[in-house]
Each structure stands twice: as C-alpha cells, then as structure tokens.
C-alpha cells in the first residue's frame, strides 16, 4: 500500500495523458475494494470502471496483481491496456527489497545516463543478492546488449522471464538478441510470446511477419 496516496499525485504518476475518473478512483483508495470487487469492475462493461481499477492496483498492488493486470493488456478499451503497461512496469520495478529496488533505480539512471559498465556491475551484484528479481535480470539484459554481449543479454533475459512470465519486454528483447545471435526460429518464438501476452506492443507484429518470411522457406525445405 502506498502510504498517503492522493488523486492528484496517482494520476500524475500512472495516468498523465490517459483519462481516468478521479472520483472512482479516489473511492478505491479511500475504502480498499477487495478483490473480487476489482475483478469486478475490471470485467465489467464500463472501461472508466476498469480504468480506475487498473490504477489502483497500479499504486497499491503486488506482484501477486501481475497477472490480472498483464490480462488487462489484452482489454479492448486501448486506455485499459496502456494503463497496464504502466502499472507492470511500477509493480516490476518496486518487486524487491527496499535496499534492491534503490539499487535497481540507480542501476536504471546509469544505463539512461551510458554509464552502462557501472550500470551491469550494480545489476550482476543485485542478482546475486535477489536472484529473483525479474525486473534486475531484466535490466542486466537491456545493460549487456547495450555493451554489445548478446549471448548474455539472452540468458538475463530469459532469467526475468523465469521469474516473470508476463514480461513482454524481456520476451521481445530476448527476440532481438536472438536475431544478432542468428537463431531466428527461437527470435520468432519469443517475438510471438511478446504479442501473447501484449497484443498492442508497438513494432513485433512486423518483425514477427518479417521472420515468419525467412524462417518458413527453411521449414518446407526440412
């Protein structure tokens, strides 16, 4: 739960360019729904409804909320979906210690800033304290394809998505280190598992399509 949550301050931080009903919100923080009332409200006919559920739990969910939220990516209303986008990635980001998830934010600043040795050096360190915390394999990947180790990228990649089978980034990325890698029926597997789970993820359609062109001429030759 985050303590002292306000309206204002929860949609400025989950909801800036999509609109979400501030007086539905406001009543599920001030008397917490349970969860069969945000099961509810997130599957019923209203998307202001699922909208303000989808940003409650943003705010004050777990990782036990990843899957209804990751299942909430797949909602017809486009606001739903990017509201859960954004609300994985807060869940993902705060799912370790208090000390673990300082470590992930600086960790993250580093590689925004290219400081990206110091960045997987704090990550290898946070993954062996908090083997599993999904979102710290994950960005130990984005670090070492950013130093151009691709074999490495995949086997963090492919540990966040042991820990965290619903992130879409760590399927799509491990897509992508395996093309530089030259293995495209695996890249073309995991491009796959990304849109599963993230129909509306921008870009892996095409590349999706792109490879299902070169991979099948090899199938129907074998």
Known sequence: MVPNATVERVLRSVAPAIYVDRELVAGLLASPPTPER??????????????????????????????????????????????????????????????????????????????????????????RLEPEFAEAWFQLGVARALLDQPELAASAYRRALEFNPYHFAAAASLGHAEVELGRLPDALHNYRRAVRIYPRLEGVQELIDELEARVRPRSDAG
Do not use: F
Request: with cysteine; aromatic share 4%.
């Open 38 to 127: 945000i099961l509810t409200m997130l599957s019923g006919a209203s998307p202001s409804e699922a909208r303000a559920a989808v940003v409650y739990l943003g705010v004050c969910g777990t990782m036990q909320d990843g899957p209804v939220l990751a299942l909430c990516l797949r909602h017809p209303d486009e606001g739903v979906a990017r509201l859960a986008e954004h609300c994985l990635w807060g869940l993902w980001m705060r799912a370790g210690s208090e000390e673990g998830n300082r470590s992930l934010a600086e960790a993250v600043a580093a590689i925004r800033d290219n400081r990206v040795v110091y960045a997987a050096a704090l990550l290898e360190r946070l993954t």
